[in-house]
């Protein structure tokens, strides 16, 4: 059965902290791994999504990256604006939905 | 490029009546879009997947004749809850896959359903 678990649940960073976001899976074949942030009341706006272990992405002040069996998020030098829930999700072999974990709380202080 | 729109945005209705919620890709074409529901603070499940004119997938639990789904265009797809209840009340989210090489998805805004 698909799995998705992301640590921690909550987070909060005093503004310029780095810090990593983790999402643990296991999938019957994995398709693709996605990651989403969300803001409260809105839906889920799509940051990045990774294929192979090794692949890396980066956008802004966000990088991803996916081994195996987890995927980080790495936060550099994070502003309040990236303040939100960061979900991660998982596509199976031969599937198009998408199993979503529980998502991190993020807070960054200013 | 690739936006979702959702309308409305809230509804608040009756016990007792139906809601049609309609998802629209503005800028491209989805021949597959997905409908979730959300409670507070908990993540997204699926509830059922729709291919562009033909019947609905959906999961495991989930009542096809409560949550009717209408996928006619290739733009287009609508969920209508009828004889809606207070537990009904909850986050739906379409999101729509904008081909399926690159199986990326892009979801809407979100409707907010509550129930009186």
């Known amino acids: 059965e698909d799995q998705v678990t992301q640590s921690p649940e909550a987070l909060r960073l005093q503004e310029g902290e780095s810090s990593s976001l983790n999402c643990s899976y296991t999938?019957?074949?994995?398709?693709?791994l996605f990651w989403y942030r969300q803001d409260p009341g809105k839906g889920p706006e799509f940051l990045f999504t990774?294929?192979?272990a090794g692949e890396e992405k980066e956008k802004e002040r966000l990088k991803a990256t996916l081994t195996k069996k987890e995927s980080f998020l790495h936060i550099t030098a994070p502003k309040p604006e990236d303040s939100a829930t960061y979900l991660c999700?998982?596509?199976?072999?031969?599937?198009?939905?998408?199993?979503f974990g529980t998502g991190t709380r993020l807070t960054v202080i200013p | 490029g690739a936006v979702v729109s959702q309308h409305p945005s809230r509804v608040i209705c009756k016990s007792g009546t139906s809601v049609k919620i309609e998802c629209r890709s503005l800028?491209?074409?989805?021949?597959?879009m997905f409908w979730y529901r959300q409670f507070p603070k908990q993540s997204l499940m699926l509830m059922a997947t729709?291919?562009?004119?033909?019947?609905?997938?959906?999961e495991q639990g989930v009542e096809k004749d409560k949550f009717l789904i209408n996928h006619a265009s290739l733009t287009l797809s609508t969920l209508t809850v009828t004889s809606a209840h207070p537990e009904d009340s909850s986050f739906y989210i379409c999101?729509?896959?904008?081909?399926?090489?690159?199986?990326?998805?892009?979801f809407g805004p979100g409707t907010r359903l509550t129930v009186l």
């Open positions: 999101s729509a896959q904008r081909s399926s090489a690159l199986n990326e998805q892009f």
């Open positions: 999938v019957s074949g994995l398709r693709g």
């Open positions: 990774l294929y192979s």
């Open positions: 999700a998982v596509q199976a072999a031969g599937a198009n939905n998408l199993f």
């Open positions: 800028d491209f074409q989805a021949t597959t």
């Open positions: 729709s291919n562009e004119g033909s019947k609905a997938t959906y």
